[in-house]
């Protein structure tokens, strides 16, 4: 299951792109490639093994709460 | 090879590590990702001096691929737009089990070159790209069988040792090309004695090429070329031109290089040369 933090976005401020991108709605910015394929947990990577902005935001009590993942915009 | 190669005139190969598998168009919107993207900063490079271009493969929104299909349509773009250059396939993959760290050595044809890590590195703050002796081994056979040249990622000290472990565990073919990798992280501290020692403890006829990550691109790559090595550029490695201002293209950082070679009295590698310098088959 994919991180309840991951939205896709064709913009963010000012970057703009044709395809929605993985975007990180803790970090409040487009991720890179490799950080996505663990917001999606592809490859047996796992956004609550391997991602510390998910993990920090578990530690402070937050992770994975419906009311992030609605302001987050919802996942693909 | 050496600063001996220097004095002898040998060519630099100049590699353009063209879009990479972390970061992409959000760190520079001039990192290519599409095929179409990647084959025409295939030909731009090319035209400026590039000799190998190094490739990972994308999904459309920049996400990684490993997909064979997808290096394929890459390739054929490649192809049909730069008239001669060295294609070499990344088998990288943070994360990709090893099954699909197999993928990019399929397409048909196959590449001339592909890399081949040679240990375990850490990624973000929880993660190891482990690259085990079984993978290298694994990777290695089939790059054999499909006529592959090999191209050794040596990230830090330990990764020469494993270097050679593994010239003692698999046949070879000469010359061994190694890639002497600084950066942050579990990479080899990006400082010229670094260098040095890593060029020492290479294997007798080893040939090397040099990578600094970031803002140790340009000045790694002049060390790279008065030491007699070759040299890798492009965004993958470096999303800058200078501080703050970001490169506009992958040819930009090759002219660059290309004319720091040539200021300091060593002509460019054409592919040919490439392939004679590294023993590909024509």
């Known amino acids: 299951m994919a991180c309840p933090y991951l939205a896709y976005r064709t913009q963010a401020g000012d970057a703009q792109f044709d395809e929605p991108r993985a975007y990180c709605t803790v970090a409040d910015r487009f991720v890179q490639a490799m950080r996505a394929d663990i917001c999606n947990d592809r490859y047996g990577l796992a956004h609550d093994e391997h991602c510390e902005i998910y993990l920090g935001c578990a530690d402070d009590g937050g992770g994975g709460t419906d009311q992030r993942r609605d302001r987050s915009g919802g996942n693909p | ?282």
């Open chain 2, 1 to 282: 090879m050496s600063y001996e190669a220097f004095l002898a005139d040998e060519p630099v190969i100049v590699t353009a590590a063209l879009t990479g598998g972390v970061h992409g168009k959000e760190a520079n919107p001039n990192l290519p990702e599409t095929p179409e993207e990647i084959g025409q900063a295939a030909a731009a490079v090319e035209d400026a001096g590039a000799s190998v271009v190094h490739l990972h493969a994308r999904r459309p929104n920049g996400e990684r691929s490993f997909e064979t299909d997808r290096f394929q349509e890459i390739d054929d773009a490649v192809r049909r737009h730069a008239d001669d250059v060295i294609v070499q396939h990344s088998t990288g993959g943070t994360g990709a089990p090893a099954d699909v760290r197999h993928l990019p050595l399929r397409t048909d044809p196959p590449p001339e070159m592909a890399s081949l890590d040679m240990g375990p590195l850490n990624r973000y703050d929880h993660l190891t790209s482990e690259n085990s002796r079984a993978l290298i081994d694994s990777l290695h056979a089939e790059m054999v069988d499909r006529g592959i040249k090999p191209e050794l990622e040596v990230f830090n000290d330990g990764h020469l040792n494993e270097l050679y472990g593994l010239c003692e565990r698999r046949d070879l073919a000469d010359p061994v090309y190694a890639t002497l990798i600084f950066g942050p992280g579990t990479l080899s501290r990006p400082r010229p004695r670094n260098l040095l020692n890593a060029i020492d403890s290479l294997p007798d006829d080893a040939a090397f090429n040099t990578i600094g990550f970031g803002r140790h691109q340009l000045p790694f790559a002049t060390m790279g070329i008065l030491f007699g090595g070759h040299v890798r550029v492009g965004l993958e490695d470096n999303v800058y031109y200078r501080r703050g201002e970001l490169a506009e293209s992958n040819a930009q950082l090759v002219e660059r290089v290309v004319r720091v070679a040539r200021e300091l009295g060593r002509e460019v590698a054409s592919p040919s040369q490439a392939r004679d310098l590294l023993g590909l088959r024509e």
